[in-house]
C-alpha cells in the first residue's frame, strides 16, 4: 500500500502543494476496491478528453458539488494513480 507521504509526494511532483485535503483518504478508499464494474468506471473517468471532464464537471455542479477545473484534475489524477495500485496488487 502507498503511504501518504508516498501519495503526497506523486501528486505534489504533478500539482505543487496546492492539493485537496481528503485525496488520500479517497485514493485508500479506491485502492480497496474488488468490484470489476466500479474499476472499468473509473477506468472510463480517468481516459475523458477536455470536453467530457468539463461535462463531467457541470454533472457535478448539478449535483450541488461545485469543484474547479484543477480539482477535477487532481481528483481524476488521484483515481489514475490509485487504479495502477489496484493493478498492481491483483
Do not use: C, W
Not at 7 to 16: C, E, I, K, R, S
Not at 33 to 55: F, P, S, T, W
Request: proline share 1%; aromatic share 10%; charged share 30%.
Amino acid at each position: 500500500m502507498v503511504t501518504k507521504q508516498e501519495f503526497y509526494d506523486h501528486m505534489n511532483d504533478l500539482y505543487g502543494d496546492n492539493l485537496e485535503d481528503n485525496l488520500y483518504k479517497t485514493f485508500k478508499k479506491i485502492v480497496k476496491i474488488k468490484n470489476k464494474g466500479a474499476i472499468k468506471e473509473l477506468q472510463e473517468l480517468v481516459n475523458m478528453d477536455k470536453k467530457h471532464r468539463l461535462a463531467y464537471r457541470h454533472a457535478l455542479a448539478a449535483n450541488g458539488k461545485e469543484y474547479t477545473p484543477l480539482q477535477v484534475d487532481q481528483y481524476l489524477s488521484m483515481i489514475a494513480y490509485a487504479l495502477e495500485h489496484i493493478q498492481s496488487e491483483e
